[in-house]
């Protein structure tokens, strides 16, 4: 009998082992499948927009400076960027889907205001020089996104939009030329822009000004906030969300790494500065099949444990063949849940797979044991076994504790069942032996 109980064990062991095989094929299938959805989220970023990310305003200017050198005079390209000493930021997101087949992506359509002024003190030195560019200049990541509506004035004056910036290191934006003569006898310089702009998930911007404040809204529920600054305030509903930020030069050394972004082409640190959101798209489902398949194996022990435990318990043998088709039906769960997710959802999915894989097993447990009674039970334990998986997948925070608590009470309950069990005989001991 011994002998017998250890041979079932290793051929359990190697059935096990075996059945990693068809779940790593089914995990392959979920991140190939992620993989195609991030493709057609590429392609649609590429006829539309992609994320967006703003820096600016800012003023540049590019004028001639006469040097001498060893007695020989010549004239040098010399640059100037001015930052602004107040930027007040206000954004409204609305987001829209586009789809291409089973698979969509998340767009939005934002609305920014910016508010603030330049103090242009220190572009003085221009007064005898021969000015090439003088821009004010918006840097946008996709400009693709800029939509009609958008518009930029500067003391009360509307200028006219022309694209790009004139900048190596951030060519993509919108700027609008500047007339000295009309700047030099303000020490102020007030602006107002109004930016309509079309992004994929990710909208950022760059905390430019002086003191700089930012106040977004959006009618979307699952934000992740990005960048080296957290908001100051949110407010998070089933309706959407609000934040707000706020900053100023002292916790940004925005300018100095500004310039080296501009004129040393190191824009690493430059590009970490930014305040904004990253929409999440909480219903990823194949980041849920994934997660569920990491318990796939788990699952298996715990199932081939029950019908081990019938075994010695009732001292009814079940054979290696019986335990392979159930450990197949186990996987099979996983395929279902996957094919099934991207058409009606995950949770719908779950659900019917669940319930397929479930009253699939009873039957076939019933038949096997020549009992229904007992493959009602089954169905009964498969299917609290599936809604304590579910609770995992649904509380990321304490999925870890929730699966050790299950882990623990298992194998508690497999202890204390089998206290009295003499593994030498195959049958409980006597009350009065034990």
Request: aromatic share 10%; hydrophobic share 45%; charged share 15%.
């Amino acid at each position: 009998m011994k002998q017998r109980i250890e041979t079932k064990l290793i051929i359990i062991i190697g059935l096990i082992v075996l059945l990693l095989i068809p779940i790593f094929m089914i995990q392959n299938l979920i991140d190939e499948r992620s993989e195609l959805q991030q493709q057609v989220q590429a392609e649609i970023a590429k006829s539309s927009s992609d994320e967006q990310r703003v820096i600016g305003p800012f003023i540049h200017a590019q004028y001639l400076e006469t040097v001498t050198v060893d007695g020989k005079t010549s004239e040098q390209l010399m640059n100037i960027t001015l930052l602004p000493d107040s930027l007040n930021v206000s954004s409204n997101l609305s987001t829209f889907e586009k789809y291409r087949g089973i698979y969509k992506a998340l767009l939005y359509r934002s609305q920014n205001q910016f508010e603030g002024q330049f103090k242009i003190n220190s572009l003085a030195v221009l007064a005898d020089k021969k000015i090439k560019r003088l821009n004010l200049i918006l840097a946008i990541a996709d400009i693709r996104g800029i939509g009609q509506g958008s518009k930029i004035s500067v003391n009360e004056r509307e200028y006219e939009l022309l694209p790009g910036t004139q900048l190596n290191q951030l060519p993509e934006g919108i700027r609008i030329e500047l007339d000295y003569d009309t700047l030099r006898e303000r020490a102020v310089l007030p602006y107002r822009i109004d930016l309509n702009l079309q992004g994929m998930r990710q909208l950022a911007f760059a905390p430019v000004g002086k003191n700089s404040s930012l106040t977004m809204q959006a009618d979307w529920p699952h934000p992740s906030f990005v960048g080296d600054y957290l908001p100051l305030d949110s407010t998070i509903s089933a309706q959407g969300f609000s934040a707000h930020w706020q900053t100023n030069y002292f916790a940004t050394n925005l300018q100095e790494l500004f310039n080296q972004c501009l004129f040393s082409s190191d824009c690493t640190l430059f590009k970490q500065r930014s305040m904004g959101v990253n929409l999440v798209d909480s219903v990823n489902h194949y980041l849920k099949n994934y997660r569920a398949s990491n318990y796939a194996i788990l699952v298996v022990v715990l199932i081939f444990a029950s019908f081990f435990l019938l075994e010695v318990l009732r001292d009814e043998p079940i054979h290696p063949v019986q335990y392979g088709f159930v450990g197949l039906a186990l996987a099979v769960f996983y395929l279902l849940l996957i094919s099934l997710s991207e058409h009606v959802g995950f949770n719908i999915a779950y659900l019917l797979s669940a319930l397929a894989s479930a009253a699939l097993l009873s039957v076939y447990v019933a038949g096997m044991l020549k009992n229904s009674k007992h493959g009602g039970l089954f169905l009964c334990g498969v299917l609290f076994l599936y809604s304590l998986l579910y609770g995992l997948l649904s509380a990321e925070d304490y999925a870890l504790l929730m699966g050790s608590v299950l882990v623990f009470a298992v194998l508690s309950l497999i202890m204390l069942l089998t206290r009295k069990v003499n593994w030498y005989g195959a049958q409980p001991q006597d009350e009065e032996t034990s």
